[in-house]
């Protein structure tokens, strides 16, 4: 089986409303899909179901082999902590922890030497480009270096999907797209599965596929 | 609990952690001082009695002597019977017992008050054997007296000297500073208490007011455990009639008319309250701390940590800040303690307790004992409010650690 994740009859409703209306899909292992569509279509709410931030109403999601619908809540904690990598429009980095604690803060609850756990980090923000700022503060750090940082947290526990909720949403057009290109290298060079929600139509055209959602529901 | 990201969070937003530590050291100190304020009167109460080794005095008021002419009675300190004293003796609780017989002696030419004491018994006016200043304390069977060093000024007396009191001779083996040691029960002269029964047996005023047999006493001193102080009391009042009289650490406390003296439930109170405050501010704190924390929370929550590795994070967090609070609490309980320390206290000792005539110069004048307030910061005090300081910590975050679960991690992806 070559699918790193599979969707089967989604719904979410919040209330009254229904927000993702049963959706199904596939990611394969590798594969860099884009997720488009207008404000407001349920794009996120999709996103955080398919990575277990929150459960379905009805329907399945297996990743990598593992059902994650219905299970406990610190199983899921633990099963992101393994095996999923976030990327936030908003960055979402801890203001009072520097550039490498952020990086290392998923591995904080892991019995693991901080020695251990700092040379992790800054291989990381290596390859980043960014090792100069390790010991800088978030608020120190310009938006595509938040952005780097928050990538690198991302990348931190060897996760085997990463999903990016609109990571250029609040850069500049020429940043974005030294993001953009980092996204892309990860997945060209380390074969990186990525789910990437984005308005830009222009940034989606570099994906591998795009996903098609309107009023809840996935049309292409 | 990581202690890095701990102490980078208290670190980082101090103003935040300094509310939290400056609010729980404040109502800590508060609590802290209040509580060695009571203490400390309660201790001073206790003075007065302590000195002469004694923790309650027993007299029977009566009547004024008919005839101020030799030895008689002050009209409160009239005879205790020896088959009284000896019900007395018997009650349980006591862990140390002396009698004396206070005399004031009227004689043509100067007036004196004596003091017939168990030279023997570390009870009582015994303990003055440690305040002779000159010569020695007075040997038992050979008419020898002490002279108190006022008196022995005013009459110009020395050690070796002979003294005729009531007509009878003594010679003064000794001064005694008594001024220092105690204020109840002061004499002129103290002497053997059989010398002085002899002396009260023999007077016709005394006989008259009071009849007084050869092993009666009219002043007790008794040693116990302040647990039994007050079932004591009662049994003695129960033997002595309603003229007895018995001073207690508590009358004393009673007579110190502070509010901390007068009621341990002021103090108790007070305490609570400032308890509850602090408990609620830190509360309060904290619950502030992860309102603001919210989002934060969700980002921990979205990278894989779970309810109890944040809760043991946030309670890590509060329990050093409530730790770091209870010390700041106690540094400042020292300083009010040492402040509070300098103030000098009267406490008043009652006529009835070391009697003197109205009619003398300064005589019914009001005696103080005189000392500082004596505050002390205990030892368990000091290990409770530490202990305090943890315990709200830990219940404080234990009661906010529902608020951490009921945040959702996938409210991270909305906080644009
Ligand atoms: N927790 C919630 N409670 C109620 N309604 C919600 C909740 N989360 C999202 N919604 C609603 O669901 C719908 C879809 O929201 P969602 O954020 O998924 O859209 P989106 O495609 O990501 O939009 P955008 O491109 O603006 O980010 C919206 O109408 C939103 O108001
Ligand atoms: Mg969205």
């Known amino acids: ?220 | 609990m990581n202690i890095q990201y701990l102490f980078k969070e208290l670190y980082h937003r101090r103003r935040r952690t300094l509310t939290a530590i400056f609010s729980l050291a404040v109502g800590l100190a508060i609590l802290i001082t209040i509580n060695a304020l009571s203490m400390a009167y309660n201790k001073a109460s206790r003075i007065p009695l302590k000195e002469i080794g004694a923790d309650i005095t027993v007299q029977r008021a009566g009547n004024v002597p008919e005839d101020l002419t030799g030895p008689v009675f002050a009209c409160s300190a009239v005879t205790i019977k020896n088959d009284e004293i000896k019900q007395i003796q018997q009650l349980p609780g006591i862990d140390g017992f002396a009698q004396a017989l206070l005399l004031w002696v009227f004689d043509e030419d100067r007036f004196t008050i004596m003091l017939g004491i168990d030279g023997e018994n570390p009870v009582g006016p015994g303990t003055l054997r440690s305040e002779v200043i000159d010569g020695n304390f007075f040997e038992k069977g050979k008419h020898q007296a002490l002279a108190e060093i006022s008196y022995a000024r005013t009459y110009n007396i020395q050690t070796g000297d002979q003294i005729t009191i009531a007509k009878k001779t003594y010679m003064i083996s000794g001064i005694v500073d008594a001024s220092r040691a105690t204020k109840i029960a002061a004499a002129n002269i103290y002497l053997d208490i059989d010398d002085a029964q002899k002396l009260a047996r023999e007077s016709k005023q005394i006989q008259a007011v009071s009849p007084f047999g050869t092993k009666d006493a009219n002043i007790l001193f008794i040693k116990a455990n302040s647990s039994h102080i007050e079932a004591l009391t009662l049994s003695i009042k129960n033997i002595l009639g309603e003229k007895a009289s018995v001073a207690t650490p508590a009358s004393f406390l009673k007579s110190l008319g502070s509010l901390f003296a007068l009621s341990d439930k002021f103090s108790l109170a007070t305490s609570l309250i400032a308890l509850i405050v602090t408990i609620l501010i830190v509360l309060k704190t904290m619950a502030g701390n992860l309102a603001e924390r919210a989002n934060e929370i969700g980002v921990l929550k979205a990278v894989g940590w779970s309810n109890k590795n944040i809760a043991s994070q946030l309670a890590g967090e509060s329990i050093i800040q409530c730790l770091m609070g209870g010390i700041l609490g106690l540094i400042l309980s020292f300083i009010a303690a040492s402040l509070l320390g300098l103030i000098q206290v009267n406490i008043p000792i009652p006529w009835e307790m070391s009697p003197t005539p109205h009619f003398l110069p300064g005589g019914g004048d009001p005696v103080f004992k005189t000392l500082q307030l004596p505050v002390t910061i205990s030892w368990s005090l000091t290990a409770f409010s530490i202990l305090l300081s943890v315990v709200v910590g830990a219940v404080a975050s234990y009661l906010l650690s529902n608020h951490i679960s009921q945040i959702k991690p996938s409210e991270v992806l909305r906080n644009e």
């Not at chain 1, 990086?103 to 980090?121: G, I, T």
């Not at chain 1, 923000?125 to 595509?144: F, K, V, Y």
């Not at chain 1, 270096?145 to 850069?171: C, H, M, S, W």
Request: hydrophobic share 40%.
């Open chain 1, 1 to 220: 089986m070559n699918d790193i994740l599979t969707a089967t009859g989604l719904n979410k409703a919040f209330d009254n409303l229904q927000v993702v209306k049963d959706v199904s899909l596939t990611i394969q292992k590798g594969e860099f899909v884009c997720l488009v569509g207008k404000s407001g279509s349920g794009k996120t709410t999709l996103l955080s179901v398919l990575s277990g931030l929150e459960q379905p109403t009805s329907g399945e999601v297996t990743i990598n082999g593992t059902s994650i619908t219905n299970s406990l809540e610190n199983d899921l904690a633990l099963f992101r902590r393994k095996s999923i990598g976030f990327v936030f429009q908003s960055f979402n980095l801890i203001p009072t922890l520097s550039a490498w604690e952020n990086v290392a803060l998923p591995l904080f609850p892991v019995k693991m030497d901080r020695e251990k756990r700092k040379e992790r980090a800054m291989e990381l923000l290596g390859q980043m480009e960014i090792d100069h700022r390790a010991e800088h503060r978030p608020s120190a750090l310009s938006g595509g270096e938040k952005q780097r940082v928050a990538i690198a947290r991302a990348l931190v526990n060897y996760p085997e999907i990463i999903f990016a909720d609109e990571p250029t949403g609040n850069l500049d057009s020429e940043t974005s797209e030294a993001i953009m290109n980092i996204l892309k290298h990860l997945h060209k060079q380390k074969g990186l599965s990525i789910l990437m929600v984005s308005h830009d139509q222009e940034l989606a055209a570099s994906c591998d596929r795009i996903i098609h959602m309107k009023d809840g529901e996935v049309i292409s």
